[in-house]
C-alpha cells in the first residue's frame, strides 16, 4: 500500500576529507591501517543467506608489500555461480515487490555507514589491497561510493515520476518492472566505488545480482559486502562470488534467465561476453541488457597558446595519480614545439619529486602497481622503449618487484605519432608525449582522432578560445568525456557522468539518470473510464 509520495532531493556530493597532520580522520585512519594489517581475515562467498567456504584460498596480498597477508578468500567453481543465481532468483520477487522508500532506504543508510563508521575501514582495505595513496582511496572507496548511491536513488525518483499524459475519459501511467530474470556485474580492480555501484545500481532497480569482482579487489569488495548487510539487504539480492570469469561466463551467459550484464573491465573481454550473449540469444527469456565500460588511450592535447604549468600539471596528476591505472588515465600527450622544451624541463622535475613506496606513508605520491602479471607487462613496453630509436626516455624506466609492484613513473617521447605506446592501452605509470610543429593543430587534431580506436576521456589545454571551440567540434566523437584545462580524470558523480564510446563501452554514463534506464522494463497502463459498447465509428455513418 503507498500511503504517500517519497520525495529525494538532489544531494550534496560527499566533502573529501583532506588528512592533515593531526587531524582526527588521519589519526583514525592509521589506527585502522595497524589494525587490519594485523588481522589476516577470512573471507567467504556470500550466496544467499549463506557465508560459502570452499578451502580452496587465495591469499591477500598488498602489492607494495607482497610478502605480507592481509587475509584469505574462498575460490569458487561451477556449481557456486549456479547456486548464486538460484539465489537471486528466489529473492527475486519478495525484491522487486518491495516498496521503492524501503530499497531506497537500505541504499541511503549504506551511504550513511560509508561516510561514518566504514569510512576508514573502506579506505584502508582499499589502500592495503589496491595500492592507493590515501587521497586516491578518499575521493574512490568514501566520496565517489557514498555519492553513486546518494545520486543514484535522486535520479530513479525522478524516473518514477515521469509519466504519460492521460486524455479526456481515461488515466495513463507507466510502471518501471525490474528487468526479468537476473543481472551479472563484473567488476574491476581499480576503482572501489565501481565494485559498489555496477551491483548496487542494478539492485536498486529491483533487479536481482550476481557480483564477480576481480580477485584483486576482493579485499575491499567483502567491505562493501559487509556494510550492505549491515544496512539491511535481504539475502540474495547480491550474491558475491569469486570465480574464474570463463566459468561465470559459462554459467550465466547459458541461463533462460539471464537478463543482463553490467560490466567494467577489458575491451576483449566485453567484446567475447558480446558475441556468446549473441550466439545465445535463442535461449533467453528477453533480450539481455548489455552494458560496460572498458578501456581508454586518453589524451592531453596542448595547443601553442597553453600555459605550461598548466600542462605539466595535468599530464602529472593525470598520467600518475593511482600509477596510471585507471581508463581515463592520460596515457598520450601531443605539445606543441613552441613549448615543448619548458613542458619537458618541469615534466622531469615533476616526477623526480614524486615520492614512491608504501601506503602507509601519506607523503608518497606513488604506490604499486597491481599485481605481478601488470609489472610485467609494464616493464615490457618501457623496456622495449629503450631500446628504440624511434622512442626516448625523458624520465622514470626503473622497475622493481623484490619488495612490491613499483615501476616508476616514465615519459616517453615518440618521434612517430603512431608509435605503439601512443596507441596501446598500457595501464600503467606510462605516458607518451609527441611533440608537433606549433602551428600544425588542425592537423594534429586529426592524428588525435583517428590514432587510437578507444573514445573514453580526452583534454584540450588552450588559452584561445577559437582553438578551445574547434578541438571541441573535431574530436566530439573521440571521448565521452572531454575536459577544457584540466586533466582528463577526475570525473565526480553528478557533475560528469562517466563513460565513452567507440572501443571503450556503451556509453551509459555511471553517475546520472541515463544509466539507471537500463536496469529498468517499463510497462504502459491504459485504463479506461468510459468504455466503448458499439464498434461503430461515427465516419461510418452516411447522411
Known sequence: MNLGYFNYPLPVNEPVLNYAPGSAEKKRLKEVLAELKSTEIDVPMYIGNKEVRTNKKHAMRPPHEHKHVLGYFHEGEEKHVQQAIDAALAAKESWANMSWESRANIFLRAADLIATKYRPYMNGTTMLGQSKNVYQAEIDSACEIIDFLRFNVHFLSDIYRQQPISGPGMHNRMEYRPL????????????????????????????????????????????????????????????????????????????????????????????????????????????????????????????????????????????????????????????????????????????????????????????????????????????????????????????????????????????????????????GPVLTVYVYPANSFERTLELVDTTSPYALTGAVISQDRDAVELATAKLRNCAGNFYINDKPTGAVVGQQPFGGARVSGTNDKAGSILNLYRWLSARTIKETFNPPTDYRYPFLGEE
Open 180 to 427: 526479468e530474470g537476473f543481472v551479472l556485474a563484473v567488476t574491476p580492480f581499480n576503482f572501489t566505488a565501481i565494485a559498489g555501484n555496477l551491483p548496487t545500481s542494478a539492485a536498486m532497480c529491483g533487479n536481482v545480482v550476481v557480483w564477480k569482482p576481480a580477485n584483486t579487489e576482493v579485499y575491499s569488495a567483502q567491505m562493501i559486502m559487509r556494510v550492505l548487510k549491515e544496512a539491511g539487504l535481504p539475502d540474495g539480492v547480491i550474491n558475491l562470488i569469486y570465480v574464474d570469469g570463463p566459468t561465470v561466463g559459462k554459467v550465466c551467459f547459458n541461463h533462460k534467465d539471464f537478463a543482463g550484464v553490467h560490466f567494467t573491465g577489458s575491451t576483449g573481454v566485453f567484446n567475447n561476453m558480446w558475441e556468446t550473449i549473441g550466439k545465445n540469444m535463442g535461449m533467453y527469456r528477453s533480450y539481455p541488457r548489455i552494458v560496460g565500460e572498458t578501456g581508454g588511450k586518453d589524451f592531453v592535447l596542448a595547443h601553442k597558446s597553453a600555459d605550461p604549468d598548466v600542462v605539466v600539471t595535468a599530464l602529472l596528476r593525470g598520467a600518475f595519480e593511482y600509477q596510471g591505472q585507471k581508463c581515463s588515465a592520460a596515457s598520450r600527450a601531443y605539445i606543441p614545439s613552441n613549448i615543448a622544451e619548458d613542458v619537458k624541463k618541469k615534466l622531469i622535475a615533476g616526477v623526480k619529486s614524486f615520492k614512491m613506496g608504501t601506503v602507509e606513508n601519506f607523503s608518497n605520491f606513488v604506490n604499486a602497481v597491481i599485481d605481478e602479471k601488470s609489472f610485467d607487462n609494464i616493464k615490457r613496453y618501457i623496456d622495449n622503449a629503450k631500446k628504440d630509436e624511434k622512442a626516448e626516455i625523458w624520465v622514470g624506466g626503473k622497475c622493481d618487484k623484490k619488495e612490491g609492484y613499483f615501476v616508476q613513473p616514465t615519459v616517453i617521447e615518440a618521434k612517430n605519432p603512431k608509435y605503439v605506446t601512443m596507441c596501446e592501452e598500457i595501464f
